[in-house]
């Protein structure tokens, strides 16, 4: 049996690659193909990600010989490359297959003239994108590339069975806070609808430019109903997702959010923009409702019949957790990772 060397994250990292790479790890393909994680990257000082990157290359440097595939969970960010590219060297220098698999969707068309990135891409065996969406776009914007493709969904960990009665009148968004992001969306959609209904709140999760929006959600007289956590993970992060009734995304960019996976996971109705590869799997009005990218107006629409009907909310709920546990299990991206893993047997 092919045995594989994953290389991405470190695994203190939040969210994103990390994640993903984590619930790999939960997977039988992992411990089927011997597979061991290096961590290339790490949030923390300057310091400390030289440190981090300087030690990946070094374990590189004594393991990557035992490895049949080199799998490069990556995005097409120039430092990202750079740090992960004495690796990428070392594997072309044993003949090992390399897989690159890219954790980005939108973002691909800046990136069309990025050397490194296309270089890499043409010396790699194998390219996956995170949904169908981005496999098309690849295949257009990149048509000088003719690296075989294929598509990995990220996985959903199963979660323990979802108490509706424990649901409260709460809306949460979790991320790293930026313009891309738009909190500001929620904010101008909830100003609408906050006198209507004083009893629901909205708790954002995460970090980014926290202080900014807080500012932003006060002074539009929100700070009474708007609760910002800062970043929670844990037993935290799963008590705010158990009972939390509504989800909302108001991203311009996504590759294929995990929190959407969650969301469903946990039995929370999603509002969403059409965002990232969720086109390939949204089903508008069973398991989320959809509204147009800056649409702040539609998302308040959005927003208010949720709250207004509860069955539907049920509903909605129930259906998107079967969903999910369904199409994105642990089980079923595991089969559709073992395929990939069979192509270079």
Same mark, same amino acid.
């Given at each position: 049996?092919?045995?594989?060397?994953?290389?991405?994250?470190?695994r203190?990292?939040?969210?994103?690659?990390?994640?993903?790479?984590? $619930?790999?790890?939960?997977m039988? !393909?992992?411990e089927?193909?011997?597979?061991?994680?290096?961590?290339?990257? *790490?949030?923390?000082?300057?310091?400390?990600?030289?440190w981090?990157?300087?030690?990946?290359?070094?374990? +590189?440097?004594?393991?990557?010989?035992? &490895?049949? %595939?080199?799998?490069f969970?990556?995005?097409p960010?120039r430092?990202?490359?750079? %740090?992960?590219?004495?690796i990428?060297?070392?594997? $072309?220098?044993g003949?090992?297959?390399? %897989?690159m698999?890219?954790?980005?969707?939108?973002?691909?068309?800046?990136?069309?003239?990025?050397?490194?990135f296309?270089?890499? $891409?043409?010396?790699?065996?194998?390219? *996956?994108?995170?949904?169908?969406?981005?496999?098309?776009? #690849?295949?257009?914007?990149?048509?000088? %590339?003719?690296?075989k493709?294929?598509?990995?969904y990220?996985?959903?960990?199963?979660?323990?069975?979802?108490?509706?009665?424990?649901? !409260?009148? !709460? *809306?949460i968004?979790a991320?790293? #806070?930026?313009?891309?992001?738009?909190?500001?969306?929620?904010?101008?959609?909830?100003? !609408?609808l906050?006198?209507?209904?004083p009893?629901?709140?909205?708790?954002?999760?995460?970090?980014?430019?926290?202080? @900014?929006f807080? @500012?932003?959600?006060?002074?539009?007289?929100l700070?009474?109903?708007?609760?910002?956590?800062?970043?929670?993970?844990?037993?935290?992060?799963?008590?705010y997702?158990?009972?939390?009734?509504?989800?909302?995304?108001?991203?311009? =960019?996504?590759?294929?959010?995990?929190?959407?996976?969650?969301?469903?996971?946990?039995?929370?109705?999603v509002?969403?923009?059409?965002v990232?590869?969720?086109?390939?799997?949204i089903?508008?009005?069973?398991n989320?409702?959809?509204?147009?990218?800056?649409?702040?107006?539609?998302l308040?629409?959005?927003?208010?019949y949720?709250i207004l009907n509860? =069955?539907? @909310?049920?509903?909605? +709920?129930?259906?998107?957790?079967?969903?999910?546990?369904?199409?994105?299990?642990?089980q079923?991206?595991?089969?559709?990772?073992q395929?990939? &893993?069979?192509m270079?047997?």
């Amino acid at each position: 049996m092919k045995k594989v060397l994953v290389v991405g994250s470190a695994r203190q990292s939040a969210g994103g690659v990390a994640s993903v790479i984590k $619930l790999m790890e939960k997977m039988p !393909t992992w411990e089927k193909y011997s597979c061991r994680w290096i961590g290339t990257q *790490i949030q923390r000082s300057y310091m400390w990600k030289l440190w981090y990157a300087v030690r990946s290359w070094f374990v +590189a440097l004594f393991v990557i010989w035992k &490895y049949d %595939i080199v799998h490069f969970h990556t995005v097409p960010d120039r430092i990202c490359l750079v %740090i992960q590219m004495p690796i990428f060297l070392l594997a $072309l220098l044993g003949r090992k297959s390399i %897989i690159m698999h890219i954790h980005m969707g939108n973002q691909l068309r800046n990136h069309t003239d990025n050397s490194l990135f296309l270089w890499c $891409l043409r010396k790699s065996d194998l390219i *996956i994108l995170l949904a169908k969406k981005w496999e098309r776009l #690849f295949k257009e914007e990149y048509s000088g %590339i003719k690296t075989k493709t294929a598509v990995l969904y990220n996985a959903c960990e199963a979660v323990p069975p979802v108490d509706f009665s424990e649901k !409260t009148k !709460t *809306i949460i968004m979790a991320a790293y #806070f930026n313009d891309n992001k738009a909190p500001d969306l929620l904010f101008k959609a909830w100003q !609408t609808l906050k006198m209507k209904y004083p009893e629901w709140e909205i708790m954002m999760l995460g970090n980014g430019e926290v202080e @900014r929006f807080m @500012r932003m959600s006060d002074d539009m007289s929100l700070y009474d109903v708007v609760t910002f956590t800062g970043y929670v993970t844990g037993k935290e992060k799963e008590d705010y997702f158990r009972k939390a009734s509504i989800y909302c995304m108001c991203s311009y =960019e996504e590759g294929f959010p995990m929190v959407v996976l969650e969301s469903w996971a946990y039995g929370i109705c999603v509002v969403t923009t059409p965002v990232g590869g969720l086109p390939d799997v949204i089903e508008d009005g069973r398991n989320c409702l959809t509204f147009d990218f800056g649409d702040w107006q539609a998302l308040a629409e959005r927003l208010e019949y949720l709250i207004l009907n509860e =069955e539907k @909310r049920q509903q909605m +709920a129930r259906y998107s957790r079967e969903f999910v546990m369904e199409r994105f299990s642990l089980q079923s991206i595991d089969k559709e990772l073992q395929r990939i &893993y069979k192509m270079f047997d």
